[in-house]
């Protein structure tokens, strides 16, 4: 019993580390895209594109799971970047660079994206 406990105990270590290294690297491309020195037009619509097809494919392959607990567990990343970039940049810095638009596309994909992939 006290072993069985020890390894759920290690998973849920294990998981939360690898969901957090996943949020990070997932804030990383959408910063990188929107917000780099070099970002051009076309990194910018790349932007978009995957903060939307990216959520779409964690929704793909979590489709059992509840709108609210996918956008916490693979959005909390892109929350807290919302939350850092309105304090750290000027707002209108971060709407003309397109990092807030293309957050919140992929925290609404996270959350309704079982509804934008129903085939009914």
């Known amino acids: 019993m006290e072993q069985a406990q020890k390894k759920s105990v290690a998973v849920i270590i294990v998981n939360g580390f690898f969901l957090f290294v996943l949020n990070v690297v997932l804030m990383i491309i959408i910063g ?4 780099d020195s070099e970002a051009n037009t076309n990194s910018r619509i790349g932007a978009y594109l995957l903060s939307f097809f990216i959520p779409i494919f ?3 392959k979590t489709k059992n799971m509840g709108g609210l607990e996918r956008m916490l ?3 909390f990343g892109f929350i807290f970047y919302i939350i850092t970039a309105l304090i750290m940049v000027r707002f209108p810095n971060t709407l003309l660079t397109g990092l807030i638009p293309c957050l919140i596309i992929a925290l609404a994909t996270l959350y309704y994206g079982k509804e934008v992939i129903k085939m009914n």
């Open 58 to 60: 964690i929704v793909l």
């Open 73 to 75: 567990k693979f959005g």
């Open 32 to 35: 990188y895209l929107t917000l």
